[in-house]
């Protein structure tokens, strides 16, 4: 319905792309480097607008309509963003089993220098897990690229993820239903 709009996505994230596909948008990927550190006196949810709209500033000068997004882990007033290694993956699936966390995905659409930004809330229940059951997940998923280092949309999501509360497509790094209200006052 919104295919005539112009996009960039401005992620490298395969589920992203493949949602905004599911969307039915025709969008070009294009990346810039971006910091993503933060000011340490934000909330979850602020944190992920924040670096979204960093993000979204290394495109102000683009005339088509820019996607930027970033999704973080939140558990016990801690931060879960990608793991760096194997260990740092197990620590941060040690602390998801048995748990529930908060999934926050900040979005930003900017369109002609003006920025729309906005972000979803889910929560997220998790049996509790094995070692054996956490390093067969990292060996064989390598969940390196996610935050929280686990994909809803994989083994972790279906087998150890008991419930949601809100958005999956949220969970999996863009929360559709909203982009797509946002897209539509564009459009």
């Known amino acids: 319905m919104l295919k005539h709009l112009s996009i960039i996505l401005a992620s490298k994230s395969p589920r992203r792309q493949e949602l905004l596909s599911l969307m039915g948008l025709n969008f070009e990927v294009v990346l810039k480097d971006v910091d993503e550190s933060y000011p340490e006196n934000l909330s979850p949810a602020e ?3 924040y670096i979204s709209e960093q993000k979204a500033m290394a495109f102000e000068a683009v005339e088509e309509i820019v996607i930027t997004a970033d999704t973080i882990v939140a558990i016990g007033g801690e931060i879960l963003g990608k793991p760096r290694d194997k260990a740092h993956a197990q620590e941060m699936l040690r ?5 529930t966390h908060e999934v926050f995905t900040g979005v930003t659409v ?3 220098g003006h920025l729309n930004s906005f972000y979803d809330r889910t929560v997220v229940h998790c049996r509790t897990v094995s070692e054996a059951e956490i390093d067969f997940y990292i060996d064989h998923y390598e969940p390196f690229d996610k935050a ?6 994989d083994w ?5 993820v ?11 790094g863009l929360p559709t239903e909203k982009l797509y209200k946002v897209l539509s006052t564009i459009g």
């Open 47 to 49: 944190i992920a607008v």
């Open 95 to 99: 602390m998801l089993s048995g748990q």
């Open 110 to 112: 900017i369109q002609d």
């Open 148 to 153: 929280g280092s686990y994909g809803v949309q």
């Open 156 to 160: 972790w999501g279906n087998t150890v």
């Open 162 to 172: 008991e419930r949601i509360e809100g958005s999956y497509t949220n969970v999996m």
